[in-house]
């Protein structure tokens, strides 16, 4: 986590019927568009607790053995993201996935 009090995001419980929660359960990555829909308003209240007005926001699962073991939620206030650098953030799940497995957390 960075930015004031994003520590407090950490390892938030969501609801269950939260739609970034069951994006990521189904394995999708969430990217909000400059008009923000459904998922990336949620994605983006969230943020709007450690930054004022993110422009940019989106989610990537982290997927152990075809099944959500956590998700990376990302934002910033200057612009939305662009897919080469979503990509950046899938690469680090990844790692993260074959870390988790390595390591027996699964």
């Known amino acids: ?3 004031p009090d994003a520590e407090v995001l950490l ?3 969501l ?3 939260d739609p970034v929660l069951l994006a990521a359960q189904a394995g999708h990555t ?16 969230r943020m709007t607790r450690c930054m004022s007005g993110p422009r940019g926001v989106a ?10 073991a956590a998700m990376i939620e990302v934002g910033r206030a200057s612009r939305p993201f662009r897919a080469t650098e979503l990509a950046k953030v899938e690469e680090v ?3 993260l996935a074959v870390r988790i497995v390595a390591l027996g957390w699964n």
């Open 1 to 3: 986590a960075h930015g």
């Open 11 to 13: 390892g938030e419980r």
């Open 15 to 17: 609801a269950g019927n």
């Open 30 to 45: 969430v990217m909000g568009e400059p008009r923000l829909g459904e998922a990336g308003r949620y994605i983006a209240g």
């Open 59 to 68: 989610m990537v699962p982290v997927l152990v053995k075809g099944h959500m």
């Open 93 to 95: 799940a990844e790692a």
